[in-house]
């Protein structure tokens, strides 16, 4: 083991694996530019390391959620290309706009924030209308897109603002020949002729997602947003397998097991005594629980690579860890228990973890929480 291994718990990030990652990425992107979406802290692989393994490996835009991700990227002094979505009325768009981040605005009271925060500032900002093609969150309907675009044009002749790009996003990439699809893009294409005949000329027009990415090359336009495949995660099994599409999972969640004792038979386990040993037995303790982001809903089914062997947590998970039951096998304390990871050792993975707990792969990542330190290895880039 390494030298993190006296660590109770780690997320080992492979920047390494992923900087293969988004390379391969880009391949598929039908020669489009990639951003890389490194927005809940690069699903919860550390968002400025990711962000600048990212950019090393091809990637020319960063995209966020939050205004607040977008401006500490700023502050960790990543420059380039910024784009942030999930705006709120009052939201810091001055300090975006003086960041020089690209703001995506869905309605009129988006962009009358932003004009009056560009106004402020005495810079003009630079912003992406973005159009509900079908997917029924944030975007302009088009019913009121001749509005958006008319007044945005008419701030960005005067000067306010300036119109960097249109985009959307899928409903249904993730389910292969979904209708709506190809619906989507028939309503993306039209609101964007309507605003380029408008006067718009945006730098990137873009709609593609990780499995829009992967599988939907006429999806491409000028730019793709690539979030879970960049982390080595399929964003769907039905798409295929991290392997089919020649990426690598980039964290490894393991443990440190704190305790190993033998029980005699009959011995409940965790709250509830749901899980009751059959035979005198050896139990492993392991230091990890729902406080850290392992599903409570994976107890009695989440699997764990420990002595040797993949074994499933007894009973309860609690809020600081949970019961491996080795079946006799021996084990000290100390060993690593591996929870996750690319599979080099027959550990589980991500997606495993998903199918316990009744989610998906990208709710597993993105849970881990921290108290959990992110540990990244292959910071350069020369070694890849």
Known sequence: MNETATLRARAEIDLAALRANVRTLRARASGAQLMAVVKSDAYGHGAVPCARAAL?????????????EALALRAA???????????TPGGPWREA???DIDVSVSGMWALD???????AAGVPARIQLKADTGLGRSGCQPADWPELVSAARAAEDAGTLRITGLWSHFACADEPGHPSIAAQLHVFRDMVAYAEKEGVTP?????????????LPESHFDLVRTGIAMYGISPSPELGTPADFGLRPVMT???SVALVKRVPPGHGISYG???TTTAE?????????????????????GPVLVGGAVRRIAGRVAMDQFVVDLGGAPLAAGAEAVLFGPGDRGEPSAEDWAVAADTIAYEIVTRIGTRVPRVHVHEDSGRD
Do not use: F, K
């Not at 002094?77 to 705006?87: A, D, E, F, Q, S």
């Not at 924030?113 to 106004?119: L, Q």
């Not at 406080?291 to 009695?300: L, N, Q, Y």
């Open 56 to 68: 090393e490996a091809g990637a020319t835009w960063l995209g966020t959620a939050t205004p607040q």
């Open 77 to 87: 002094g990543i420059g380039g290309r910024v784009m942030c979505w999930l705006w």
């Open 97 to 99: 706009v003086e960041a």
């Open 113 to 119: 924030e932003v004009v009056a925060a560009a106004t």
């Open 203 to 215: 730098e990137v027009r873009h709609i593609a997602n990780s499995p829009a990415t992967l599988t």
């Open 253 to 255: 969640l393991a443990a």
């Open 273 to 275: 005594h749901h899980y």
């Open 281 to 301: 037995t050896t139990l492993a303790l392991i230091p990890l629980g729902y406080a850290d982001g392992i599903p409570r809903h994976a107890s009695g089914r």
